[in-house]
């Protein structure tokens, strides 16, 4: 009898778990700029791109490994930075992505920083060339 009320309890436990949410929602998706007039800067230094599984900046980045949804407008994310000044294997960072009411700014804080980006028009879900 315990072992039944055993494999009871650990059967209600893992009902709740599921797997790792490992892909960006679209609202996410995208060009965001430091600043919004450098949307048209075709070498993006002060963008971010953010792929379904990648976030990306101008000399750094990284694939996401985790997620986790906060609230309706608000993730936390852990991504492999590859900064290209490390030189080193990628370091896994945690980074929260806030969206504004409005969707057209995000709040991305890593490192104890935070930096307000604004979405740019016609974005191209967020792909790189």
Do not use: H
């Amino acid at each position: 009898m315990p072992k039944l009320l055993l494999m009871a309890v650990l059967a209600v436990s893992l009902a709740g778990c599921s797997a790792a949410r490992t892909t960006l929602s679209r609202e996410f998706q995208g060009r965001w700029e430091a600043r919004g007039e450098s949307c048209t800067d075709p070498d993006g230094v002060a963008a971010m791109w953010v792929q379904p599984d990648q976030v990306q900046f101008y000399e750094s980045g990284g694939e996401v490994s985790a997620i986790r949804r906060t609230n309706a407008r608000t993730l936390d994310v852990t991504f492999r930075d590859w900064s290209d000044d490390q030189g080193e294997a990628p370091v896994a960072k945690a980074a929260r992505m806030a969206l504004s009411t409005d969707g057209d700014a995000m709040t991305f804080t890593v490192d104890g920083y935070a930096t307000v980006y604004l979405r740019c028009p016609a974005s191209d879900g967020g792909k790189r060339s």
